[in-house]
Antibody
């Protein structure tokens, strides 16, 4: 079955970087775009961006364009999201979520990872 | 992009029908038939329940339905059940291959 397994919780200091991984299984990794979505404690969902695992192409919300890099390693069916210059308000659960459409980005995220908690604290 | 506008909370009794609203702008909801809805139970990842305004993924109950008029999308749950108690988020395409979520609506089943 389609599954996304994310890396474990992280605690970082302000100004540092964090890199979250998302390992996919149960489907053709390069066939489906992957989104990143975050959720601050007690808050709503916030779309961050997507990566095309086939080409490596990415697109980000303007809010994150300067601080976020999304990459992939097709040999291990894994995508990564790196967030730099962390601030306390980056404390959140970070999810990867697979787009449901094959070979295109349609925005309906049908499969989600379990989430990775990132805590930013001095 | 600004978040789509959703009421903070709604409530209903078992068996009732309830409708959630999601208000956007001419830059997102109004211009594209690319609105999806997600259900999130506490401590869980979101679950896709509606995509492309009114389509249901395989396995999602037909008690869930979606629609759109102008800059407002709507999700209706019919025959409300206790297990429907959750937070519901809308999400719309916002142009330039970007997406935007609403703030979420907490559903309480009385």
């Amino acid at each position: 079955q389609v599954q996304l397994v994310q890396s474990g919780a992280e605690v970082k200091k302000p100004g540092a970087s964090v890199k979250v991984s998302c390992k996919a299984s149960g489907y053709t990794f390069t066939g489906y775009y992957m989104h990143w979505v975050r959720q601050a404690p007690g808050q709503g969902l916030e779309w961050m961006g997507w990566i095309n695992p086939n080409s490596g192409g990415t697109n980000c919300s303007q809010k994150f364009q300067v601080r976020v890099t999304m990459t992939r390693d097709t040999s291990i069916s894994t995508v990564y999201m790196e967030l730099r210059r962390l601030r306390s308000d980056d404390t959140a659960m970070y999810y990867c979520a697979r787009d449901s459409a094959f070979s295109m980005v349609r925005g309906d995220m049908g499969t989600w990872g379990q989430g990775t908690v990132v805590t930013v604290s001095s | 992009q600004s978040a789509l506008t959703q009421p903070a909370s709604v409530s209903g009794s078992p068996g009732q029908s309830i409708t959630f609203s999601c208000t956007g702008t001419s830059s997102d909801v109004e211009s594209y038939n690319v609105v999806s809805w997600y259900q999130q139970h506490p401590g869980k990842a979101p679950k896709l329940i509606i995509y492309e305004v009114s389509k249901r993924p395989s396995g999602v109950s037909n008690r869930f339905s979606g629609s759109k008029s102008g800059n407002t999308a709507s999700l209706t749950i019919s025959g409300l059940q206790a297990e429907d108690e959750a937070v519901y988020y809308c999400c719309s395409y916002a142009g330039s291959n970007t997406w935007v979520f609403g703030g979420g609506t907490k559903l309480t089943v009385l």
